[in-house]
């Protein structure tokens, strides 16, 4: 089973790749860019697995650059706070 076959799997992933990212000692800056271009990977190169990532394409085509800048950035504010809110 894929990390993006369930919306809360994917979730988790995203979590444990950023706190490995921050451990490293990545930039908010790099960790922000790195979201962009994963959001824009998805976007264009895989297929929606789940109604959450159908949204999310969607917003993201379209979204114009400053506009998926937030919803990457809005991404890592999630898995940010998921351990905060549970």
Known sequence: MSVLDNFESWKGFLA???EQAESQGMSQQAVSNMAY????????????KNNEEAVLR?????ADTD???ALANT???LVQNQG???
């Open 37 to 48: 271009e994963v959001g824009d990977y998805l976007a264009k190169g895989t297929e929606a």
């Open 84 to 86: 905060n809110t549970n």
């Open 75 to 77: 991404m890592v504010k």
């Open 16 to 18: 444990n790749k950023l």
């Open 67 to 69: 506009e998926r800048h």
């Open 58 to 62: 969607e917003l993201w085509n379209a």
